[in-house]
């Protein structure tokens, strides 16, 4: 499965929101998880199950989303939160990555 | 919880590399654990995975026949065998978890990568 991300490059302000998107190229429930990246440290996971937050996941991050379309929502941006966002698809072999969006300081 | 990488460098094409991947932190023997790459510019690759004990392991077809995962449970540590390395090849790898039981196919812990560079 081939997981899309739009757009590459988000520029947002301090305290707005911020909608990600994740396109599969093939249908499939709800098995899709989100990470965030900054520079030179480890991914991170924040959504799982498409919706579910992992511990320590703001709350401020939710996701949502089935069949080829997930949405990663980040409202009320804040200074930590400027990062690259990578979807996965954990539904068939083998897992896929998207290629991420990089969330920039407007 | 961490996760730390080792051996990347800078080899020769048709050459070899073995990389580590050092857990600490989290019931390691409970973990599913894998080897991901991210190529200059691209996204992520899911490249192997290794069972709780050795017992199953997976690999993608860009690096079936070449490359060799396993774990040491008592040094709580996987290690990456790299044989036959192409332009391709050329990411940081990093190491990554899952929970095995029940299993689970998100990765819950990451290490901060280990960069091989692949060149003449």
């Known amino acids: 499965i081939e997981m899309t991300q739009s757009p590459a490059t988000l520029s947002v302000s301090p305290g707005e929101s911020a909608t990600l998107s994740c396109r599969a190229s093939?249908?499939?429930?709800?098995?899709l998880a989100w990470y965030q990246q900054k520079p030179g440290q480890a991914p991170r996971l924040l959504i799982f199950?498409?919706?579910t937050r992992a511990t320590g996941t703001p709350a401020r991050f939710s996701g949502s989303g089935s069949g080829t379309e997930f949405t990663l929502t980040i409202s009320s941006l804040q200074s930590e939160d400027f990062a690259v966002y990578f979807c996965?698809?954990?539904?068939?072999?083998?897992?896929?990555f998207g290629g991420g969006t990089k969330v920039e300081i407007k | 919880v961490q996760l730390v990488e080792s051996g990347g460098g800078l080899v020769k094409p048709g050459g070899s590399l073995r990389l580590s991947c050092a857990a600490s932190?989290?019931?390691?023997?409970?973990?599913?654990m894998s080897w991901i790459r991210q190529a200059p510019g691209k996204g992520l690759e899911w490249i192997s995975y290794?069972?709780?004990?050795?017992?199953?392991?997976n690999y993608a077809d860009s690096v079936k026949g070449r490359f060799t995962i396993s774990r040491d449970n008592a040094k709580d540590s996987i290690f990456l065998e790299m044989n036959n390395l192409g332009d391709d090849d050329t990411a940081v790898y990093y190491c990554?978890?899952?929970?095995?039981?029940?299993?689970?196919?998100?990765?819950?812990?990451w290490g901060r990568g280990t960069l091989v560079t692949v060149s003449s």
């Open positions: 290794v069972g709780t004990n050795n017992n199953y392991r």
């Open positions: 932190g989290f019931s390691f023997s409970d973990y599913y």
């Open positions: 093939q249908s499939f429930s709800s098995k």
């Open positions: 996965q698809q954990y539904d068939n072999w083998p897992v896929t």
């Open positions: 199950g498409a919706s």
């Open positions: 990554a978890g899952n929970p095995a039981v029940p299993i689970k196919w998100y990765f819950d812990f």
